[in-house]
């Protein structure tokens, strides 16, 4: 199975998307997918259900910096080269969904009770997030 098929099967097993994919993706970067799994939980439905940022997107960005991501305050170059992939990811998936938001994406306000039933109700994961999760995965490996 490949990894954008695997994270889209961890969202079908009820997973976050951010957990979906920072956990396929994290794994190839030697983190324990137990512990990919809890880092990535608070990012999930835009940022703790606020409907920001995609956490499809999210969870890609910080595999990205897990790969490339600097650890010495002056290691300028590595920092840059997160900020420059992030941005290439972010306008790739701004380019094929429209934009980069999980309200935006999918419609629906996770802060409201009501929001977690229509996501269910309107098949929105199968619709709409499984896409962005297999983008988000497929672009990662593909810029990385």
């Keep these: 199975m490949n990894d954008s098929i695997d994270a889209a099967m961890m969202m079908k097993d009820s997973y976050l998307c951010s957990q979906a994919v920072f956990a396929t993706l994290g794994e190839q970067c030697g983190i324990e997918r137990n512990q990919a799994l809890k880092l990535s939980t608070g ?14 997107v999210s969870g890609a960005i910080m595999a990205i910096g897990l790969k490339h991501g600097n650890y010495e305050v002056h290691d300028v170059d590595a920092r840059d080269k997160v900020f420059f992939l992030a ?52 672009t990662v490996k593909e810029i990385w």
């Design 43 to 56: 990012f999930g439905a835009g940022i703790a259900r606020r409907g920001d940022i995609c956490g499809a």
């Design 87 to 138: 941005q290439k990811l972010i306008e790739g998936i701004k380019a094929r969904h429209g934009c980069h938001t999980c309200r935006g994406l999918t419609g629906i306000d996770f802060t409201k009770p009501e929001g977690l039933k229509l996501f269910e109700e309107k098949g929105i994961g199968e619709k709409i997030c499984i896409k962005v999760i297999m983008d988000c995965v497929d």
